[in-house]
């Protein structure tokens, strides 16, 4: 079965710094990687996808995330944060060897930008 | 371009009592997802349909829940009778094919008192 950790379920930086969020997943193959983000009152939007082709994938919004196999991992990073980024970030993962195609979420992480 | 639509945004009902979400998917869209997110825990995967059929239901929590998709349109997601562990939000999504982007609702935020 598939798992997704996201350490800190509160990340807090200041604006102008850089956003490391954290994604770790835990997989039998590699699987689709993809980041998510959630304003208040609205539905998720994805920022990024990771489907087996260049491991540094580059999003919306100025955000990128890289694949590491060897680490399991897929953090998101952005190299200035603004404040309108202050949301909640979403890690998920998918199946991509023809099986199911429901995603599996980590809990979330809220970022919050401090003026 | 309408994105994904729920109704209604927010819900409380009692204990025992029935409800009944609604998603609309992108129009042409052939695939639709049901997730929901119990308060403090991650969003789950619950059901997805390829036009009218269940292809993969194995997040469906128990028989209490009951999801349609006539038509091969707008989906239903019923609770039945409901209880307090129901409460939470739940979202949809649709995409155009199996592999394809994922777009999500806004969701519906249920109450179960």
């Known amino acids: 079965a598939q798992s997704v950790t996201q350490l800190g379920s509160h990340v807090s930086v200041s604006e102008g710094a850089l956003v490391l969020l954290r994604c770790n997943y835990s997989?039998?193959?590699?699987?689709?990687l993809f980041w998510y983000v959630q304003y208040p009152n609205q539905g998720l939007q994805l920022l990024l996808k990771y489907t087996s082709a260049a491991t540094l994938v580059k999003g919306i919004n100025g955000f990128e995330a890289e694949f590491k196999k060897s680490e399991t991992s897929f953090h998101l990073t952005k190299p200035s944060a603004h404040m309108s980024d202050a949301a909640e970030y979403f890690c998920a993962v998918r199946d991509s060897g023809g099986g199911a195609d429901g995603l599996t979420f980590g809990k979330g992480t809220h970022l919050i930008i401090q003026p | 371009e309408a994105g994904v639509t729920q109704f209604p945004s927010h819900s409380v009902i009692e204990k025992g009592q029935t409800v009944t979400l609604r998603c609309d998917p992108i129009?042409?869209?052939?695939?639709l997802y049901w997730y929901r997110r119990v308060m403090g825990k991650e969003i789950k995967f619950l059901l997805h349909?390829?036009?009218?059929?269940?292809?993969?239901e194995s997040g469906m929590p128990n028989n209490r829940f009951l999801a349609e998709r006539t038509g091969g349109t707008y989906s239903t997601l019923k609770v039945q009778p409901a209880e307090l562990e129901d409460s939470g939000v739940y979202f949809c999504a649709s995409s155009q094919g199996r592999v394809g982007e994922q777009f999500f609702g806004p969701g519906t935020r249920l109450t179960v008192l």
């Open positions: 129009s042409g869209h052939d695939n």
């Open positions: 349909f390829v036009k009218e059929s269940k292809q993969d």
């Open positions: 997989s039998s193959v590699p699987p689709y």
